[in-house]
């Protein structure tokens, strides 16, 4: 954590990825990727909801630079863009969504 605190760049750039993150769908979005890439018509299924509402999400998560897309003929494939997002997330699985479950 020190050198988190030593560069205000880390932490302007830790604020937005975690800002990007504190929204339940967006969150649902990063865990449904995982290690996997789908198109939007997968994600949408997946996550429940609008193409209009997941693109927007999408956009967000991209901008943040948290997912990355890749196209494939017609389809974007969207991914998460690095590894550190998912141990984000397994840490907050770990401190609160088992814990949730047991209550």
Do not use: W
């Amino acid at each position: 954590m020190q050198a988190l605190n030593k560069r205000p760049a880390n932490l302007t750039l830790v604020a937005k990825i975690l800002k990007a993150m504190a929204h339940p769908l967006r969150l649902k979005i990063i865990c449904t990727l995982g290690d996997q890439e789908f198109n939007v018509k997968e994600l949408m299924v997946r996550v429940g909801t609008t193409q209009s509402n997941l693109s927007q999400h999408l956009g967000l998560l991209r901008r943040s630079n948290l997912v990355c897309v890749r196209r494939l003929g017609y389809h974007s494939l969207y991914r998460l863009n690095h590894g550190q997002t998912m141990e984000v997330i397994h840490c907050v699985h770990l401190a609160f969504c088992q814990k949730l479950r047991r209550r």
